[in-house]
């Protein structure tokens, strides 16, 4: 997970602020009718108006602002922080694009542009009063009274607000949004070269700020408009506190001198992941340039003010900026940043002299063709503690790609597994299930999850296990009718839904799946009169638009199912569904639906993964490896109650020593090399047979993920998920321990360590009574 990021202030007013450039929230219109308990009276209003409520939310646009785990990490945070009662403010950019519209045609990905401001968004308010200017460009000047940064060009910052309801407490946080406009001179100083109309016209490179989403998930693209993102969020929403601090009745000038350079007891900023990490050079020049105090004593406020969360350990991931574009667009946060790494490399070479090779690890800078700036590292100084998102990644952020940033200061490391909202993710999209368990231990479990654990003594009630089993047999019909009606397909609703939905990504290993569905699909036609326990496989997620192999994952499963789908023998007993445009309203529908989450990534490579979460939550057993949140989610529920495979984190790492030998694989087990043939042999592209080459050669040469070494087991742990399927009602009393043990991935849990342990507050489950309320 990686193009997310946030950074929380929290002021002397108990406000935090989470600073994001991607907040995914979906649709808004119901989680607030459940948040305010509205659901009742405006069914029956608008019934009344001879309304369908259901046919009403459906015409509500996504709100798309996020690429996948991270960006709804970020709204499910907001829903936490609002329901816990923290005075909490979300702070991002309103891109008038969010991410595409996926479209299938042919059986490739086609992007469409998502226009979801089309017919204007009920949610938001603008704020033009609030409208905040951000430089650009320039250059620096060092004077005697200082550096100052001039000649700048200036975009402003236009904020909207959006309301974001806590659980029925009567609390109501804000999630502001910047949106960037030209000033009114834009260009026109320079108004006889282009002319007054081109001077108009290119107000648009100011505004393209805020245009589009970048569509790549953990993927560093170092584009300059990015970068300008970046900083147009960090520079805006800077002010925006600054400003709201000055106007508190703490607002004297002798006072705000105090209060800054007391700033780390009553201020934190998270940076969540490398996105926001500009506000470390950025509150230096704040502080250096404009407050006027010493390079050390800022230094200091910035460091005990900062903290970093890393969000995934894929190196592609990381965000390595030119210092070329740098020195252009920001010139003196360069300057900033040369000097904290003078210093940074200073304390190295006293701590370890001589040591040029670790010096040249730790740099902020790396050398090479291209001279670039490492955001991570840059984070790691900047910052006084540093966390992974699951046990396991922390662990392997300490042990291995920070190993010498361990070394010099361990007690920065700290971890924070991820958290889901069991409003939207169990009250809201799995109504039934939600007033299942309400009847058994009572409402209390929504805003304290881990209540669930309750469940365990009805875990040999027959009429439980009873209720449970069938309220996934309605949502599997509601499902099945619901592709029928969009897509035209038709799906066997007694069929096992196995179902793996995220980002088309390498490391998340879709492939692995494709290879038992094509396993699976060789043995039925083998042994067609075998009582096979039925399955319909539904893959869904978007590919980068510029990542070709992921596209080529998604034409590899859409050919399959053509062939799978249509052959006589194999009957109902396989089906193979690509989910197009999968966003957060589709998993809403499909994840209350699925008997079985594949969370398969190739152990070490999941920083946390929150599908798995959401699926365990609605009463799906995961077939998983031991990465991410999946080792904590089998130690919160047992590890005989999940289907653990494959590779742990040091066989992996023990085959990195001795090599990954694909091709010894193939050469060993017969299925994989029969499945591995008729891909690359055309007989699922008998139009184009080499279609797939660069896959296979992929996965045959220089796969980074070693899918055959998992396949085996995986396929003998499928053959063990299939054989319990044919037991209803064991498979069902797996699912309640599972759901059971969801309580730890609550993010009420996750935001109040966050809370507790890093920004000193107490969260509350208090209501705040409002005016007609009698209490
Ligand atoms: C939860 C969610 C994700 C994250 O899924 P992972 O399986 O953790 O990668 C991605 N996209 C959407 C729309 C989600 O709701
Ligand atoms: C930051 O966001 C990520 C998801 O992108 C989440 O896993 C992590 O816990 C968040 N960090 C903090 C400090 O809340
Ligand atoms: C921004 O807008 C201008 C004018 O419409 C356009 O020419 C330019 O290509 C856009 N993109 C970027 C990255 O500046
Ligand atoms: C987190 O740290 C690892 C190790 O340096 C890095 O590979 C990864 O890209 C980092 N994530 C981000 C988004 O910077
Ligand atoms: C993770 O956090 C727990 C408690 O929150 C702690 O006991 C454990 O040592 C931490 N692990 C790492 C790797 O930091």
């Given at each position: 997970?990686?193009?997310?990021?946030?950074?929380?202030?929290f002021?002397?007013?108990?406000?935090?602020?989470?600073?994001?450039?991607?907040?995914?929230?979906?649709?808004?219109?119901?989680?607030?009718?459940?948040?305010?308990?509205?659901?009742?009276?405006?069914?029956?209003?608008?019934?009344?108006?001879?309304?369908?409520?259901?046919?009403?939310?459906?015409?509500?646009?996504?709100?798309?602002?996020?690429?996948?785990?991270?960006?709804?990490?970020?709204?499910?945070?907001?829903?936490?922080?609002?329901?816990?009662?923290?005075?909490?403010?979300?702070?991002?950019?309103?891109?008038e694009?969010?991410?595409?519209?996926?479209?299938?045609?042919?059986?490739?990905?086609?992007?469409?542009?998502?226009?979801?401001?089309?017919?204007?968004?009920p949610?938001e308010?603008?704020?033009?009063?609030?409208?905040r200017?951000?430089?650009?460009?320039?250059?620096?000047?060092?004077?005697?009274?200082g550096?100052?940064?001039?000649?700048?060009?200036?975009v402003?910052?236009?904020p909207?607000?959006?309301?974001?309801?806590?659980?029925?407490?009567?609390?109501?946080?804000?999630?502001?949004?910047?949106?960037?406009?030209?000033?009114?001179?834009?260009?026109?100083?320079?108004?006889?070269?282009?002319?007054?109309?081109?001077?108009?016209?290119?107000?648009?490179?100011?505004?393209?700020?805020?245009?589009?989403?970048?569509?790549?998930?953990?993927?560093?693209?170092?584009?300059?408009?990015?970068?300008?993102?970046?900083?147009?969020?960090?520079?805006?929403?800077?002010?925006?506190?600054?400003?709201?601090?000055?106007?508190s009745?703490f607002?004297?000038?002798?006072?705000?001198?105090?209060?800054?350079?007391?700033?780390?007891?009553?201020v934190?900023?998270?940076?969540?992941?490398?996105?926001?990490?500009?506000?470390?050079?950025?509150?230096?020049?704040?502080?250096?340039?404009?407050?006027k105090?010493?390079?050390?004593?800022?230094?200091?406020?910035?460091?005990?003010t900062?903290?970093?969360?890393?969000?995934?350990?894929?190196p592609?991931?990381?965000?390595?900026?030119?210092?070329?574009?740098?020195?252009?667009?920001?010139?003196?946060?360069?300057?900033?940043?040369?000097?904290?790494?003078?210093?940074?490399?200073?304390?190295?070479?006293?701590?370890?002299?001589?040591?040029?090779?670790?010096?040249?690890?730790?740099?902020?800078?790396?050398?090479?063709?291209?001279?670039?700036?490492?955001?991570?590292?840059?984070?790691?100084?900047?910052?006084?503690?540093?966390?992974?998102?699951?046990?396991?990644?922390?662990?392997?952020?300490?042990?291995?790609?920070?190993?010498?940033?361990?070394?010099?200061?361990?007690?920065?490391?700290?971890?924070?597994?991820?958290?889901?909202?069991?409003?939207?993710?169990?009250?809201?999209?799995?109504?039934?299930?939600?007033?299942?368990?309400?009847?058994?231990?009572?409402?209390?479990y929504?805003?304290?999850?881990?209540?669930?654990?309750k469940?365990?003594?009805?875990?040999?009630?027959?009429v439980?296990?009873?209720?449970?089993?069938?309220?996934?047999?309605?949502?599997?019909?509601?499902?099945?009718?619901?592709?029928?009606?969009?897509?035209?397909?038709?799906?066997?609703?007694?069929?096992?839904?196995?179902?793996?939905v995220?980002?088309?990504?390498?490391?998340?290993?879709?492939?692995?799946?494709?290879?038992?569905?094509?396993?699976?699909?060789?043995?039925?036609?083998?042994?067609?009169?075998?009582?096979?326990?039925?399955?319909?496989?539904?893959?869904?997620?978007?590919?980068?638009?510029?990542?070709h192999?992921?596209?080529?994952?998604?034409?590899?499963?859409?050919?399959?199912?053509?062939?799978?789908?249509?052959?006589?023998?194999?009957?109902?007993?396989?089906?193979?569904?690509?989910?197009?445009?999968?966003?957060?309203?589709?998993?809403?529908?499909?994840?209350p639906?699925a008997?079985?989450?594949?969370?398969?990534?190739?152990?070490?490579?999941?920083?946390?993964?929150?599908?798995?979460?959401?699926f365990?939550?609605?009463?799906?057993?995961?077939?998983?490896?031991?990465?991410?949140?999946?080792?904590?989610?089998?130690?919160?529920?047992?590890?005989?109650?999940?289907?653990?495979?494959?590779?742990?984190?040091?066989?992996?790492?023990?085959?990195?020593?001795?090599?990954?030998?694909?091709?010894?694989?193939?050469?060993?087990?017969?299925?994989?090399?029969?499945?591995?043939?008729?891909?690359?042999?055309?007989?699922?592209?008998?139009?184009?047979?080499?279609?797939?080459?660069?896959?296979?050669?992929?996965?045959?040469?220089?796969?980074?993920?070693?899918?055959?070494?998992d396949y085996?087991?995986?396929?003998k742990?499928?053959?063990?998920?299939?054989?319990?399927?044919?037991?209803?009602?064991?498979?069902?009393k797996?699912?309640?321990?599972?759901?059971?043990?969801?309580?730890?991935?609550?993010?009420?849990?996750?935001?109040?360590?966050?809370?507790?342990?890093?920004?000193?507050?107490?969260?509350?489950?208090?209501?705040?009574?409002a005016?007609?309320?009698?209490?």
């Amino acid at each position: 997970m990686s193009f997310v990021s946030f950074l929380k202030i929290f002021l002397l007013f108990y406000r935090v602020y989470y600073l994001s450039l991607e907040f995914y929230m979906g649709r808004t219109l119901q989680n607030t009718m459940v948040n305010l308990a509205l659901e009742n009276a405006c069914d029956e209003a608008t019934y009344q108006l001879g309304l369908d409520m259901e046919e009403l939310q459906d015409i509500e646009e996504d709100a798309g602002l996020g690429n996948g785990g991270l960006g709804r990490l970020a709204a499910c945070f907001l829903d936490s922080m609002a329901s816990l009662g923290l005075a909490a403010y979300g702070y991002g950019i309103r891109y008038e694009f969010g991410i595409f519209n996926q479209k299938i045609s042919d059986g490739w990905q086609v992007e469409e542009a998502d226009d979801w401001l089309r017919y204007g968004n009920p949610w938001e308010k603008a704020r033009p009063e609030y409208m905040r200017p951000v430089h650009f460009y320039g250059r620096v000047e060092h004077t005697a009274e200082g550096v100052k940064w001039v000649d700048t060009q200036v975009v402003l910052a236009l904020p909207y607000d959006t309301p974001v309801p806590g659980y029925r407490n009567n609390i109501v946080n804000t999630m502001r949004l910047w949106s960037a406009k030209a000033p009114c001179d834009f260009n026109l100083k320079d108004f006889n070269v282009g002319g007054y109309i081109q001077a108009v016209l290119d107000r648009n490179l100011a505004e393209n700020i805020s245009r589009v989403l970048y569509p790549n998930d953990n993927f560093f693209e170092g584009k300059e408009l990015r970068l300008k993102q970046e900083y147009f969020v960090v520079a805006a929403t800077l002010q925006d506190i600054i400003r709201r601090f000055k106007a508190s009745k703490f607002g004297s000038t002798e006072f705000v001198r105090l209060d800054l350079s007391t700033l780390p007891d009553k201020v934190a900023i998270q940076l969540n992941d490398t996105h926001p990490a500009l506000a470390i050079p950025e509150l230096m020049r704040i502080l250096v340039d404009i407050e006027k105090l010493s390079w050390e004593k800022a230094w200091d406020i910035v460091v005990r003010t900062c903290a970093y969360t890393n969000h995934t350990v894929l190196p592609e991931a990381l965000e390595r900026w030119p210092v070329d574009l740098f020195q252009n667009l920001l010139p003196r946060h360069l300057e900033i940043i040369y000097e904290i790494n003078r210093r940074h490399l200073e304390r190295i070479t006293k701590l370890y002299p001589g040591d040029v090779d670790r010096m040249r690890r730790m740099s902020l800078i790396e050398e090479g063709d291209v001279k670039k700036i490492n955001m991570a590292h840059l984070c790691i100084v900047g910052s006084h503690a540093v966390n992974g998102v699951a046990r396991i990644h922390s662990e392997i952020i300490k042990n291995t790609v920070f190993k010498d940033f361990y070394d010099l200061d361990p007690e920065k490391f700290q971890n924070k597994t991820n958290g889901i909202t069991p409003r939207r993710w169990l009250v809201m999209c799995n109504p039934g299930l939600a007033e299942v368990i309400a009847e058994r231990i009572g409402e209390d479990y929504i805003r304290d999850l881990d209540q669930l654990k309750k469940l365990l003594d009805f875990v040999d009630d027959d009429v439980f296990i009873q209720d449970v089993a069938k309220v996934k047999q309605e949502n599997k019909m509601k499902f099945a009718a619901y592709l029928e009606e969009h897509y035209k397909v038709k799906i066997n609703p007694r069929s096992m839904f196995d179902v793996q939905v995220k980002r088309i990504h390498e490391y998340k290993r879709q492939l692995l799946n494709c290879l038992h569905i094509i396993t699976l699909y060789n043995r039925i036609r083998k042994e067609p009169s075998k009582s096979w326990t039925p399955r319909t496989i539904m893959i869904g997620g978007k590919a980068a638009p510029g990542y070709h192999t992921a596209k080529m994952i998604i034409k590899l499963i859409t050919s399959i199912g053509d062939i799978v789908n249509n052959d006589p023998v194999v009957g109902e007993r396989l089906k193979v569904i690509f989910l197009e445009n999968y966003r957060v309203t589709l998993a809403e529908k499909v994840i209350p639906a699925a008997d079985l989450s594949e969370q398969i990534s190739t152990a070490g490579t999941e920083a946390s993964g929150t599908g798995n979460m959401k699926f365990m939550l609605n009463g799906a057993l995961t077939i998983g490896t031991m990465d991410g949140a999946n080792v904590e989610m089998a130690e919160e529920a047992g590890e005989e109650n999940l289907f653990i495979f494959g590779m742990r984190v040091d066989d992996v790492e023990a085959m990195d020593k001795k090599g990954y030998d694909a091709v010894s694989y193939y050469n060993r087990i017969p299925e994989l090399k029969q499945a591995m043939d008729q891909i690359s042999g055309g007989f699922f592209s008998p139009a184009q047979p080499d279609l797939f080459k660069d896959l296979i050669n992929m996965l045959m040469h220089h796969d980074r993920f070693k899918v055959f070494a998992d396949y085996e087991d995986y396929i003998k742990c499928q053959e063990k998920v299939s054989a319990l399927y044919k037991n209803p009602k064991e498979w069902t009393k797996m699912v309640i321990h599972n759901i059971a043990g969801c309580g730890k991935f609550s993010s009420d849990r996750t935001i109040s360590q966050y809370a507790r342990e890093i920004w000193g507050m107490e969260p509350t489950l208090e209501k705040i009574a409002a005016p007609d309320d009698p209490r």
